[in-house]
Structure formats: C-alpha cells, structure tokens
C-alpha cells in the first residue's frame, strides 16, 4: 500500500486531516489518534521498508552473478 515509511505517515496524517479513522484491529484500534498504535504503524512501516530495500538488494546481487555466467555459457556454444 505504501513506497516507504515517510509515505505511510503522509497518507495516515491525511487520513487524519480529513477526520478519516484508520482502525488496525492488531494495533489496538484507531492509529491516527492512540500514540503508542501510531508508533507500531510507524515501525511497521519502517521495517516493511527495509525489508523490500533488502529484496532490491538481494534481487540485484543474483542478476550481477547470473549474468557473467549466462555471457560465458552462449560464448561456448
């Protein structure tokens, strides 16, 4: 739902201005307005970011070795 952790809390401090409620049943309810659900949302947000910077990462590293390998295997038919 969201590029990044800044823009989760983009969306949810609009949510909020619109006098919209977003309620995470996991997170206690109403994260727009409870402070510490606000902060779990925040890290929530913050470690899905992280993880798909890591899939990136990892995705990046097996093209960067498949490669090399796919150039030498048509070289040598």
């Known amino acids: 739902m969201f590029r990044s952790a800044l823009a989760a809390l983009e969306v949810l401090g609009r ?4 006098g919209v409620s977003l ?3 996991d997170l206690g309810g ?11 949302f ?4 913050a470690v899905a970011e992280a ?3 890591r899939i990136r ?10 490669d090399p390998v796919c150039e030498t295997a048509g070289a040598a038919s």
């Open 51 to 53: 993880e798909r910077d």
């Open 42 to 45: 925040t890290i929530l947000s």
């Open 30 to 40: 109403d994260v727009t307005g409870n402070g510490v659900s606000k902060l779990v």
């Open 15 to 18: 949510l909020k201005d619109r």
């Open 57 to 66: 990462e990892r995705i990046r590293d097996v093209k960067a070795e498949v």
């Open 23 to 25: 309620h995470m049943i």
